[in-house]
């Protein structure tokens, strides 16, 4: 036999080359290091609200408990018929006509419905337009299946709205989809119904699948309205994503779910494959789906919080404020979700890589945020601020801050 060769590296795949995920990439794991080293750390990094003492309404704890027997047993690739059927009547409450229960697939968080849709469609080599900023794992997603994706602006000068010029730019024959985060993550951004009639007029042009990521749909603020794209384009193909971890404050649960509309006639072969990939994960998380019914029942139970008075409301007004009193940063105001997307003055502070500007923001004062490349922002000037803290605590983070940009300077 031939001598083994103990000292040959086993490496990663290549199809993990282009891949990243930062919100929870390297400056992550330094935290986490300090942290096992007795280091306390403020994490700013995840939309994670039960880690801020916001916790998911008394009704949605008790449906976990009387569900437990009954999340036992494997449930059927959709999911447990009860949660089907209320996320049904969520999509009819949204405006979105059609929706059967064999248009409706739960996941194990959005997270696993993203990459299901993807891996049932794309072909290598095929585009699909994916915002910047965008929540990266968009793009993760889309590279690792061997798509290439092409990131549209989000214009800050228009309070991050989709620069439409820029999507009509960037489509070509190769450009299969189109993906819209609507309330957007990381900048809050929530998109003006007649906005949105214009990108789907793009994507009718061009006939485009839409992918519209609405996991925020529940957490706008200032009596403005949520418009989602498969009620206002019913002739398009539209996936749309949502769940429970944000609106009802059960990140941990994994309950997310997916749904097909418009023109669902030319994509019977495409639904079959993501049925085939929903059947050989089994079935999503049953205990998590034994909530959903109880969870939409009430879907806006975090309404009190965004209200004038409310938490979250507070601490967007908060640190929104007080952000932008602090030379050399500047920030848009979000209208929803829980995110600042700050820019920062490059020139003054001599900034030559946004990943290194917070790394030394965490050495120096113990707080771990995500730089904008992290959200594939193709500059250096952002990071974005998690908002869940109370207010005294951010109040705090902002104080140091200020401090650590009085003399800071990269290059």
Not at 54 to 73: Q, T, Y
Not at 81 to 89: F, Q
Not at 328 to 349: N, W
Request: proline share 6%; hydrophobic share 40%.
């Amino acid at each position: 036999m031939p001598e083994k060769d103990t000292d040959k590296k086993i490496r990663k795949t290549s199809k993990l080359c282009n891949v990243g995920y930062d919100i929870r990439g390297p400056v992550s794991d330094e935290a986490i290091r300090m942290d096992r080293e007795g280091i306390p750390i403020i994490s700013l990094n995840t939309g994670n609200p039960p880690e801020f003492g916001i916790f998911a309404p008394d009704e949605i704890e008790k449906a976990a408990i009387d569900g437990i027997r009954l999340s036992e047993a494997y449930t059927n690739s959709y999911g447990l018929p009860e949660a089907i059927e209320a996320i049904r009547k969520y999509s009819i409450s949204k405006g979105i006509a059609g929706v059967t229960g064999e248009d409706i697939f739960t996941g194990n968080g959005v997270s696993e419905l993203i990459s299901i849709a993807l891996q049932a469609l794309i072909e290598n080599g095929d585009e699909i337009l994916i915002p910047t900023p965008d929540y990266p794992l968009w793009t993760s997603v889309s590279t690792l299946c061997g798509a290439k994706a092409v990131h549209y602006l989000c214009d800050e000068q228009a309070g991050w709205l989709p620069d439409l010029d820029d999507i009509r730019k960037k489509i070509n024959s190769g450009t299969k989809a189109i993906v819209v985060i609507n309330p957007n993550n990381p900048t809050g951004a929530l998109y003006p119904k007649e906005h949105l009639l214009e990108l789907l007029e793009i994507a009718r042009q061009h006939d485009l699948i839409v992918f519209s990521d609405e996991i925020y749909d529940r957490l706008v603020m200032d009596d403005l309205e949520h418009h989602s794209c498969a009620a206002l384009a019913p002739d398009l193909l539209v996936v749309t994503f949502n769940g429970l971890s944000k609106s009802h404050m059960t990140p941990g649960f994994r309950c997310g779910w997916m749904y097909i509309s418009g023109a669902k006639e030319r994509a019977k072969d495409y639904v079959e494959g993501i049925r085939m990939l929903s059947s050989m994960r089994l079935c999503a998380n049953v205990l998590a789906q034994s909530v959903i019914k109880t969870a939409l029942d009430n879907a806006y139970c975090a309404a009190p919080l965004l209200k004038p008075g409310g938490r979250i409301y507070e601490q967007r007004e908060f640190i929104y404020r007080r952000i932008n009193e602090i030379p050399g940063l500047s920030s848009v105001k979000p209208k929803a979700a829980f995110y600042l997307f700050p820019k920062i003055d490059v020139k003054k502070f001599g900034i030559v890589s946004d990943e290194q500007f917070v790394l030394d923001f965490l050495h120096d004062h113990r707080v771990l945020m995500t730089h904008g490349k992290g959200f594939n922002w193709p500059g250096v000037d952002h990071f974005r601020i998690v908002y869940l803290p109370e207010i005294d605590i951010l109040s705090d983070i902002a104080d140091r801050m200020d401090e650590f940009l009085k003399d800071y300077r990269q290059s």
